[in-house]
T-cell receptor
Framework: AQSVSQHNHHVILSEAASLELGCNYS??????LFWYVQYPGQHLQLLLK??????LVKGIKGFEAEFIKSKFSFNLRKPSVQWSDTAEYFC????????????FGTGTRLQVTL | EPEVTQTPSHQVTQMGQEVILRCVPI?????FYWYRQILGQKVEFLVS????????KSEIFDDQFSVERPDGSNFTLKIRSTKLEDSAMYFC??????????FGPGTRLTVT
């Protein structure tokens, strides 16, 4: 079965610290990879996506992610987090030929302290 | 910027009652989805809909669930006889030709 693993369930960082959130997916062929963010009380918003091409993708608000095919990973990074980055982050994958349904990881709750 | 909307934002119902959750996808989108998130758990796929028919559904989407696109704008999820375990946040999503899905704000369903 298709699955996505997020290793960190709850991360607490101080402002200006660097962030890396892990995401691994199970093999299933050609994949499309996404990171979504859910700010408190708000809906899921797309941070960034990877379909093909350059494995290092840049998203909104200074986030980036690197697709490493050999490791089935798509880790999210940000060099310097801000208090406003406090949110829940979800990695998701869709596989070609599955009507593009998204399979989500369990999410990582990021808390940024001042 | 166009967005997916959902109504109501919160629905409370009694066990055994029918509920209909409504979604208005982005107007030129062709693919529609329902997901749910039980409190404290991950977002789970329920069903995808394209060209007026279900294209894929999960194990969760049993005979108690149905979807419909009754007109050119709405996309509904009906739960015929709600159970306590149906309590969750239900998200609608839509997409165009590009794979990227846009999510609505969700409907919190509470079954008592």
């Amino acid at each position: 079965a298709q699955s996505v693993s997020q290793h960190n369930h709850h991360v607490i960082l101080s402002e200006a610290a660097s962030l890396e959130l892990g995401c691994n997916y199970s093999y299933g062929g050609t994949v499309n990879l996404f990171w979504y963010v859910q700010y408190p009380g708000q809906h899921l918003q797309l941070l960034l996506k990877y379909f093909s091409g350059d494995p290092l993708v840049k998203g909104i608000k200074g986030f980036e992610a690197e697709f490493i095919k050999s490791k089935f990973s798509f880790n999210l990074r940000k060099p310097s987090v801000q208090w406003s980055d406090t949110a829940e982050y979800f990695c998701a994958v869709s596989y070609t030929g599955t009507a593009s349904k998204l399979t989500f990881g369990t999410g990582t709750r990021l808390q940024v302290t001042l | 910027e166009p967005e997916v909307t959902q109504t109501p934002s919160h629905q409370v119902t009694q066990m055994g009652q029918e509920v209909i959750l409504r979604c208005v996808p982005i107007s030129n989108h062709l693919y529609f989805y329902w997901y749910r998130q039980i409190l404290g758990q991950k977002v789970e796929f329920l069903v995808s809909f394209y060209n007026n028919e279900i294209s894929e559904k999960s194990e969760i989407f049993d005979d108690q669930f149905s979807v419909e696109r009754p007109d050119g704008s709405n996309f509904t999820l009906k739960i015929r006889s709600t159970k306590l375990e149906d309590s969750a946040m239900y998200f609608c999503a839509s997409r165009g030709e590009v794979v990227e899905q846009y999510f609505g704000p969700g409907t919190r369903l509470t079954v008592t």
